[in-house]
């Protein structure tokens, strides 16, 4: 029976050591994965064109001031002011052409010597087969610069794993109100 025992250790061991090597790879941290398995076709490049509608005046802005350091009105770059937005995203220049999403996010004065804005917003479209995807955008935007070019960092829906880029140029601004108008061409890749 002493015999017995040690050979039974060494089964039970071998068992114990194979059953956690199982139970570890059915939890694994991470696997490679075929582009096919996740029904990837071909990556296409995609041109999208609309217009971007910042309003900070009236009764409904769609600009929202939520943070600015004590010396963000007296700064000449408005350095420090932070505002959540979500803004009409449409196909044509005027407020009433047809609405196609909205640009809603972040951006922050972040230029001490010049005006720019950090960006951290989401295209959300609402309009014909891109209804419900988006696309995310964070980079710097020069306000002053004729055309500023902004990555598209990612996207969901039929633009899940994009890439690519945005330039923006501003369309009309009113000085007095701060309101703006900006045109987009952004150019995405895409599956």
């Known amino acids: 029976m002493n015999q017995t025992l040690p050979k039974y250790k060494s089964i039970i061991f071998t068992l114990f050591i194979i059953s956690s090597l199982l139970q570890a790879q059915s ?25 971007f509608h910042d309003i900070i005046s009236g ?12 010396t963000s009105n007296t700064s000449s770059t408005f350095f420090g002011i932070t505002a959540v937005i ?11 052409s047809k609405v196609v999403g ?26 014909g087969k891109y209804n419900g995807s988006t ?22 829906g039929l633009f899940r794993f994009a890439r690519g880029y945005a330039l923006a140029k501003t369309y009309s601004r009113n000085a007095s109100t701060g309101d703006a108008i900006v045109e987009y061409n952004v150019y995405v890749l895409h599956y």
Do not use: C, W
């Open 86 to 96: 979500d803004d009409l995203l449409t196909a044509g220049p005027e407020p009433t």
């Open 135 to 156: 696309l995310s955008i964070l980079g710097s935007n020069a306000l002053f610069s004729p055309v500023r070019e902004m990555p598209i960092v990612g996207g969901s």
């Open 27 to 51: 939890h694994q941290f991470s696997r490679k994965l075929s582009s096919k398995s996740l029904g990837f076709k071909k990556e296409k490049l995609t041109h999208i064109h609309f217009y």
């Open 59 to 70: 009764d409904h802005p769609t600009v929202v001031r939520v943070a600015e350091a004590p």
């Open 102 to 127: 909205r640009a809603q996010g972040i951006y922050a004065f972040d230029g001490l010597n010049d005006a720019r804005l950090l960006m951290a917003l989401n295209y959300v479209f609402t309009e």
